[in-house]
């Protein structure tokens, strides 16, 4: 016998062009029917009550989406960036286990569970080329050096037209004859006029690039010969110089940022069941209140919930109340120096955190001291680096360490051990001592500590000043240094290389990460 009845929900609804809302919601419910056979062993009535209430509920899942195109592009003056925000949540409940009564301490109820999560992040683009674009040089200047099809269009269309003029000329019958005009190209037009001014019919032959050939069918005395010819302006390098450097100052092209943050919630043990859309009314309330359907997150959640007896105070519960959080930030600038060469930097930072604790009464239903209940906090941490100043350190046969760790050894933790102290002093007001077993270091901050390490590694490896860098080993965004990626394919446009390759693409990337593995 299985009996399942699922009930589905969805409405997606634009609240303004901008602004869009999604919803969708999953309601399983079992009918729970007797032993036996129907009909023999049972009748309508034993099913009726459990089907008119829409079945025991089981599950409950809903998600919902919230996104805003912010209008900052209507502005004029910042029609060159956009912006965007989305907020994502989900609600889930799930049926707790029956389990027999214990024959010796009797009913046991483990409750129910419930979870949520939420996602927040915002989106960010600046397009460079089209605030370039706002001033006409600079945008012909982009039109320009688009790419070499653009430039060949350009240079086909710098041009300029010559006129000579050969006046008093005599034409024999049937003879040719020869005229220099050095325009200096073959692209050119021939017209001859008779002494009366008149257009003549003529046979011309171009001979090259300064020379034709005229012949006349009949004999013409005082003629004029007008020979029109189309050539290309050459640039001048001033010019090609000015525009070269002012491409160049606009080699940033786009910028992307990004930054979420999400999070979620398990809380078992939870007593409340579910009505509408995943809620019920408790005292008067309805749980577990709009914060938490919503997805929000609230460390202080479950004390709350047990303080207001939404939580089962059975002690064979043994699942912790758990929460986590990751925040992530990526950064995406691509530069093009000129037309070929494309460089993409990508910065990028990844906290995550888990907490979780345990919410197990006491014998008399009472909630342990906060330092009794099993708290635990752990994450780890990433981020991109630069560390290439180091990377190709030369070690000679007789040396058995680098550099960078010669420094870290002997002179940078020493460093960064002083500075701790001095801001230790600061913050309390209490002198540290010379820590007598390092020479060097100061009482408790000594040269394995992670404190002193973890800086003095990332200065040394890094290329940094130990005066100066960061001593938390968590950075912050500020702290991020981006990796890179080049790409260059101008050598396969070259036409000599041409006749050989189709293409030539040379590719170089470089990524480096800091990263703390785990933390507790």
Do not use: C
């Not at 600038?333 to 919410?359: C, H, Q, V, W």
């Amino acid at each position: 016998k299985d009996f399942l009845w699922n009930r589905y929900f969805d409405l997606k609804f634009d609240l303004t062009r901008n602004l869009r809302f999604d919803f969708s919601s999953t309601h399983i419910a079992r009918i729970d029917e007797p032993e036996g056979r129907y009909g023999f062993d049972y009748e309508w009535t034993a099913l009726r009550d459990t089907i008119l209430n829409f079945g025991r509920s089981t599950s409950y899942f809903h998600q919902f989406n919230a996104s805003y195109t912010i209008p900052i592009n209507k502005i004029p003056l910042l029609d060159w960036t956009s912006a965007s925000a989305r907020y994502g949540g989900t609600y889930g409940w799930a049926v707790g286990p029956i389990i027999p009564d214990d024959p010796l301490t009797g009913p046991i109820n483990l409750g129910n569970s419930i979870k949520n999560s939420n996602t927040i992040q915002l989106n960010g683009q600046l397009n460079f080329v089209n605030l370039y674009n706002k001033i006409g040089y600079l945008k012909d200047i982009n039109d320009k050096y688009r790419n070499a099809a653009s430039r060949k269009r350009e240079s086909e269309t710098r041009t300029k037209t010559k006129v000579f003029t050969r006046e008093n000329l005599y034409l024999r019958e049937g003879r040719p004859r020869y005229v220099v005009h050095n325009l200096k190209t073959e692209n050119i037009g021939v017209e001859v006029f008779d002494e009366n001014n008149q257009p003549v019919e003529v046979d011309t032959e171009i001979l090259s690039n300064t020379r034709i050939s005229i012949t006349s069918a009949k004999a013409l005395r005082n003629t004029r010969v007008v020979v029109t010819g189309t050539v290309e302006k050459g640039q001048s390098p001033l010019i090609f110089i000015a525009e070269s450097t002012v491409r160049i100052l606009m080699s940033v092209r786009t910028l992307n940022v990004t930054f979420s943050r999400s999070g979620g919630t398990l809380l078992p043990g939870y007593l409340p069941g579910v009505q509408y859309f995943g809620t019920q009314t408790v005292g008067g309330r309805m749980e577990p209140g709009w914060g938490f359907l919503s997805g929000w997150q609230d460390r202080s959640y479950a004390l709350n919930a047990f303080d207001r007896g939404l939580l089962t105070t059975d002690r064979t519960l043994n699942n912790p109340y758990a929460m986590n959080n990751t925040e992530r930030f990526t950064a995406r600038m691509n530069i093009e120096p000129f037309n070929g060469l494309k460089i993409d930097l990508t910065a990028n930072r990844m906290f995550a955190s888990n907490y979780s604790e345990y919410f197990t009464a006491n014998d008399d239903g009472s909630l342990p001291e906060e330092d009794l209940r099993g708290r635990v906090y752990s994450g780890n941490f990433s981020m991109s680096y630069i560390s290439l100043l180091t990377a190709f350190e030369k070690i000679d046969n007789p040396v058995e360490s680098s550099d960078a760790f010669e420094k870290l050894k002997n002179v940078y933790r020493k460093t960064i051990s002083q500075r701790l102290a001095e801001n230790y002093e600061a913050a309390s007001g209490i002198t540290l001592p010379d820590d007598t077993a390092n020479v060097g270091y100061k009482a408790g901050y000594g040269p394995t500590s992670q404190e002193v390490l973890i800086p003095a590694f990332l200065a040394a490896y890094g290329g940094g000043n130990p005066e100066s860098i960061g001593l938390n080993a968590i950075k912050s965004i500020l702290e991020v240094m981006p990796n890179w990626q080049v790409r260059f394919d101008g050598l396969g446009k070259i036409e000599a290389l041409q006749k050989y390759v189709n293409s030539i693409v040379m590719n170089h990337s470089y990524r480096s990460t800091y990263s703390v593995g785990s933390f507790i």
